[in-house]
């Protein structure tokens, strides 16, 4: 599909342009909507909703609906004729009469093919809606990690990136790989100005990059799951490179880019 | 001079007690006064507040008062019948009618010895004075990173360090910082509990340690002042464990802590 491209010719092409700023927000909640109408933004919840989404759009979930609350899901879910399927969590469980929790591993193709998924989870789907007013508006996490970025090279914008935190505080696992993305960004562009958000993301991901699912395991929020049972969803998000789809937010869904 | 101890006990003389916590706010912003009545908050400005207030009080200063604003400087200097000295800075310049600015190299022994000195800056004194409330509030940057963190240890209390980061946002030279105390505590002690963000500085601390000047230079608050010709501040604030002096704000004043 078409999105917004900012400039018709390729960045690459134009070497005496302004550099492209690469920028990271650590939480949503420092976002100011007026800022965004210009850039791409990608939204990272590593642990788990970007990850989630991800996953349900590899397999075949015809698009989801990112809401803010129970109460908002179930309104649509009527709204819908029922015809979608809720997903979500609060505190990391699944929502009392919800479809699906927040585990990757629920997000089966059998499940979710030719699906909508109403999704509504603590921090990943507030920081999608937070940022709705953004140029373009990009769904990564490890999974598809080298996919979305050469995706979000191909828009041409000024580049941030939004770690969803942990209600409006900050995320390790978010910024490790807000950094991967700014290492790969550095790789595969010569003219970018990276911020100092972006420059320290970079150094935890040079840190971190030999063991991600050691990173994950020592995070606070990374230890919470494993306290209520969800290792194995540490195992699934650590994996890197193994999708090449992009899920984009778009009229109000998060569709497959390719669609 | 007494301060609030924690506890009568030393930390190492009690191994089952609960870990000592440390963490890292990104900008003063953040903080809830009513969150660190318990705490010992270490105030970090490398660019250069705090580096300046560990200077002027290794070379004698009586203590600071630090005010928010030009005019709370002037109203307060006519108080004190003129017996102090106005310094600070905006956008990193001298203030007008201000004796001294910002810079290291004018807080000099014959210039501060024995001297009242009301100091206004951008983001050290506004993130000093937000955190008022601290139970015990220090002031540390490289000049002091060791004897700052051996003090801070010894009040035997959970530690957060503030950056006081520039105008709300992520400075990573402050960040770096709080990561090289991270390490000294990590070194120091071993019943520790590090948040995500305290991991994060860690982690760049390790990344940049090698070279501070150099992470000082590429920060985007350091490039600005190259830009306006005050390079040589950098090389001062780079400068590791030359004093011992411990500043800490006490009853409206920063003072020494051995006064």
Redesign the interface.
């Known amino acids: 599909m078409l999105l917004n491209i900012c400039s018709s010719l390729s960045f690459s092409a134009l070497p005496n342009q302004k550099p492209l700023k690469i920028d990271v927000a ?1 939480t949503p909640e ?1 976002i100011d909507p007026l800022n965004i109408y210009d850039k791409s933004v990608l939204i990272v919840d590593i642990l788990r909703a970007t990850s989630t989404i991800v996953t349900a759009i590899e397999n075949g979930a015809s698009y989801l609906i990112p809401v803010n609350t129970p109460e908002e899901a179930f309104k649509l879910y009527e709204q819908l004729n029922k015809n979608a399927i809720l997903g979500g969590e609060i505190e990391g469980k699944r929502i009392k009469g919800f479809h699906l929790g927040n585990s990757i591993s629920e997000y089966t193709s059998s499940i979710v093919k030719g699906k909508a998924i109403i999704m509504r989870t603590t921090n990943g789907t507030r920081a999608i809606n937070a940022c709705k007013s953004a140029k373009n508006l990009v769904i990564g996490c490890f999974l598809n990690k080298t996919a979305c970025c050469r995706y979000i090279i191909e828009l041409g914008c000024d580049i941030l990136i939004v770690c969803s935190g ?1 209600e ?5 696992e978010d ?1 490790v790989f807000a950094g991967a993305c700014v290492n790969v960004f550095g790789q595969l562009m010569s003219n970018i100005e990276k ?3 972006a ?2 993301c970079e ?2 991901y ?3 990059k030999s063991d991600i699912l050691g990173l994950l395991r ?3 929020h990374g230890k919470y799951l494993i306290n209520i049972s969800l290792e194995d969803d540490l195992i699934l998000c650590a994996k890197e490179d193994i999708s090449t789809v992009v899920p984009i937010y778009f009229e109000g869904k998060i569709i497959n880019s390719d669609q």
């Open positions: 650590f420092t942990k409006g505080s900050f995320g390790i910024a911020t100092d958000s420059l320290a150094m935890m040079q840190q971190s020592k995070s606070e």
